[in-house]
């Protein structure tokens, strides 16, 4: 058994699986929660204790900085707090030090997203094979259990397909990962999480199509679904973490990634980067200052955590799935519905972090019990995603399976036709108040304009 837990990072993800982690210090044992900035640990340790989440009290509930890019000081605060489980949830751009901080230390490694340099955006796929799969031997030749991406997206959807392949399926067609939040947080705009890494995301649309990658613009492609509790909201394709691996462990002809965006959010997005203020690359201004014009929107933007208080509506993630059973044609839809004021209830979050931050702790509960310990590195479609979904329907985040009627209404159907006509389909319309800025987000008939949604955390 492995125990003691080090949490590297102190956002909103951080802030609930230290909550999680501390409800069931009795598998996980001491927790310690590092980041460059103390007090935003110690923010965190204050909410947990003065809810009274620290189930065991003999258990140490404790904080310490760190510069994660620092590789020896990592190693040494790994052995010094004799943490077992390394959970790194600081940004993409520090996994591979973490990664090899915990190489040199046997302590095992958990993440929630891939790894990013930088000054490098949306790579060429699969991007799992630019940086951890590169160290995947060397996990296996010391026996590290590597797990890598085991949020929600990525990870629980990976296990969902996992599970479809498992229980539901004989061979599947296609895997389309659906994300929305029909959620408000009354700001008039505003990302869910690190917006540095949210931007990041949607310089390139990789898809994989007809078992070969294909790229498409960035907000190109559009569908509008009736989702579970969120109702109809448009989504459109989107890249995302997980095709990168599910491509490679998945057997499927298609596996596609569908992201809910209201029009309000495209147009902001859509005005900043064509003005390049989303831009990861250094300008100078005439003052002679180098600025990254992205890190400068990220300044400006609210910070995530702060949204927590008066966030109200439901996210929807789930996979729909399509594929052959018992020679039948077969489709089901597995997810999951989080409640945004649920979450600010139990442990002072919004809902896209609670679906982030929920995943690691049931993972590192299954690597402490030895259930989830395949001593190499591997992603989430690659372990038995039954003990862990199981986990997951205790600790906060219930998983429902829906059997579809393939051809109903509520079949859903992610072939991607001509880029012309999907582009004809997925112009969006907005209302734009000099005066009054908020008017955008006034409520209109949902026939004409879907649901307000905003980007949900990985």
Known sequence: MK??????????????????????????????????????????????KRLKHLKDPSKKLYSRQIDALDIPATIKLIKSTKSGIVINLGNAFINMSVLEA????????????????????????????????????RCKKIGLTAILGVGFDPGVVNAYCALARKRYFDKIDTIDIMDVNA??????????????????????????????????????????????VAGPRPIYLNGHDELHSLSKNMDANSIRFWMGFGDHYINVFTVLRTLGFLSHLPVTL???????????VK????????????????????????????????????YQVSDHHKCYQEIES????YTAGVPPVAAAMLVAQGIWDPKTMVNVEELDPEPFIAILDKIGLPTVVKEIKPGSKYS??????????????????????????????????????????????K
């Open 286 to 296: 005439t003052t002679g200052q180098e600025v990254v014009p992205l890190k400068v």
């Open 412 to 457: 859903f159907d992610g072939t991607v036709r001509d880029l012309q006509t999907e582009l004809a389909e997925s112009t969006a319309t907005v209302t734009v108040s000099a005066a009054n800025p908020m008017l955008a987000l006034a409520s209109r008939p949902a026939a004409q304009t879907p649901g307000k949604t905003t980007r949900p955390q």
């Open 350 to 353: 919004q809902g896209i972090s």
């Open 183 to 228: 959620g408000s947080h009354g700001k008039y705009f505003a990302t869910n999480f690190d917006p540095e890494i949210n931007f990041r995301e949607f310089i390139k649309v990789w898809s994989w199509i007809d078992r070969q990658w294909q790229e498409f613009p960035t907000h190109s492609v559009k569908r509008v679904y009736d989702f579970p």
């Open 3 to 48: 125990q003691n837990v080090l949490i590297i990072g102190a956002g909103g993800v951080a802030h609930v699986t230290a909550h999680k982690a501390a409800m069931n210090n009795d598998v996980l044992g001491d927790i310690c929660i590092a980041s460059r900035t103390r007090s935003k640990c110690d923010e965190i340790i204050e909410s947990v």
């Open 299 to 334: 300044a400006l933007l609210p910070d995530p955590k702060t949204l927590a208080p008066g966030y109200t509506g439901n996210t929807c993630i789930g996979n729909f799935v399509r594929g052959w059973k018992n020679g039948k044609l077969r489709e089901v839809f597995i």
């Open 102 to 137: 915990c190489l040199e230390t046997g302590a095992a490694y958990l993440d929630t997203a891939i790894h990013e340099e930088p000054d490098k955006v949306c790579e060429e796929p699969p991007w799992y094979a630019n940086y951890e799969w590169k160290r995947k031997d």
